[in-house]
């Protein structure tokens, strides 16, 4: 609220109509965000708003608890979500709790329906549409590892960035990304930046 309040300062000290509409439209969504327990209700928000980090974290961290649900979750996995939370941590990418609550919600979306965590995908099941966001040159498994390599002293990046690896690499495709981009360079160095912390070397 504190972000999303200076950027409201920021915006309302202008006269101009336009500002005060974006003004209270940032205001409403950040409301329905909070009220919301659905995931249709955060897309708007995070596609509106691309540029205000305060409510792209709102955003995300509500989207942690809501994803645990399968039902979200498949909703969630056939809509632009993934691409929304990659476009997120691109834009912020030196903020480190969005990154936290980013690599979170990639955690969630990356689990397979009607499964347990760490079930592998079989051959016969297509990966959800969704899910494409992960690949490519600026998708968001090479933004994971951008991510360690930018945060490589915060433990808790490092942990969430392998749990996230570990469901991404459920996928074939994935898993292939993951090796061809230097994936288990970026865990092995998480390993020996953070010998001590247990929730990294478990994650890793």
């Known amino acids: 609220r504190d972000l999303i309040r200076d950027w409201s300062s920021d ?25 919301s327990d659905t995931v249709q209700v955060v897309l708007k928000p995070m596609t509106v708003f691309p540029d205000v980090v305060g409510l792209q974290l709102a955003c995300l961290r509500s989207l942690v608890p809501m994803l645990e649900h399968q039902g979200n979750r498949k909703t969630a996995q056939a809509s632009c979500l993934t691409s929304l939370v990659v476009r997120a941590m691109l834009e ?23 499964g347990s965590e760490g ?11 969704g899910l494409e966001a992960l690949l490519g040159e600026r998708g968001g498994i090479a933004t994971v590892l951008e991510t360690m390599t930018r945060h490589l002293a915060v433990a808790e990046v490092q942990a969430m960035s392998c749990w996230a690896l570990v469901n991404v690499m459920l996928n074939p495709a994935q898993k292939a ?6 994936g288990l360079a970026a865990v092995l160095a998480a390993m020996r930046a953070h010998p001590d912390e247990l929730e990294v070397q478990y994650r890793a």
């Open 177 to 182: 990304l993951v090796g061809a981009r230097g």
């Open 92 to 114: 912020f990418s030196i903020d480190v709790e969005l990154q936290l609550a980013a690599l979170h919600t990639l955690v969630l979306l990356a689990r397979p329906i009607g």
């Open 11 to 35: 915006v309302c000290s202008s006269d101009l109509p336009e500002a005060r509409a974006a003004h209270r439209g940032m205001v409403a969504a950040l409301m329905a965000v909070e009220r």
């Open 119 to 129: 079930m592998v995908f079989s051959r016969g099941m297509a990966s959800p549409p």
